[in-house]
């Protein structure tokens, strides 16, 4: 089990995260209210993006304790032609704070005698603040378009520490 100051911090760091993405919500919303272009559309979108928002941050606080690394999910639907697939993205809650993107490593995603190479794995910080530390790892996954279907899996690391399995589910 985690140790409690750890699970305080991610905890703390979800709800964080939580109200910053609502604020940033509230402001978008009121500057459309102002400029008279707020419609239905726009307004499902944001009920939609706070739901989905607290149920991360549910999910968060319930596994704040864990030991085993975060995993990201990726269904990357590709044709068989040319060109790329993707990008497929997600965001991952850290169990620990990087001052920056050099300190993780990729590895390829294998699947059976397939695999993807490292350069399809883009890492970014989702804090887009200049310098931020970086709690939330963006992840964006880009793949050719024939590409061969499965399940491929690989993991970010630091040193020696798994810091997120990732799982890219690719079919037709």
């Known amino acids: 089990m985690a140790k409690p100051g750890k699970a305080l911090k991610q905890s703390a760091k979800s709800i964080e995260r939580l109200s910053r993405k609502t604020a940033k ?31 991360g941050t549910i999910f968060d606080l ?4 864990r030991e085993t690394p975060p995993a990201a999910f990726f269904d990357i639907l590709v044709t068989g032609g040319g060109g790329n697939a993707g990008p497929a993205t997600a965001t991952v809650n850290l169990l620990d704070t ?12 294998n699947s ?8 399809a794995i883009v890492l970014t910080n989702a804090n887009q603040t200049p310098n931020a530390p970086i709690d939330d790892l963006k992840i964006d996954v880009t793949i050719p378009n024939n590409q061969a279907v499965g399940l491929y899996q690989g993991f970010i690391s630091s040193g020696s520490t798994v810091q997120v ?3 890219v589910n690719v079919h037709l």
């Open 62 to 65: 319930l596994g704040a304790a």
């Open 165 to 167: 399995t990732l799982n």
């Open 98 to 109: 990087f001052q920056n993107l050099n300190q993780f490593a990729k590895t390829p995603l």
């Open 112 to 119: 059976g005698n397939n695999a993807i190479a490292v350069g």
């Open 25 to 55: 919500r509230i402001e978008d919303a009121q500057a459309a209210i102002d400029g008279n272009t707020y419609d239905a559309h726009q307004f499902a979108k944001d009920v939609a993006g706070q739901t989905f928002d607290a149920w």
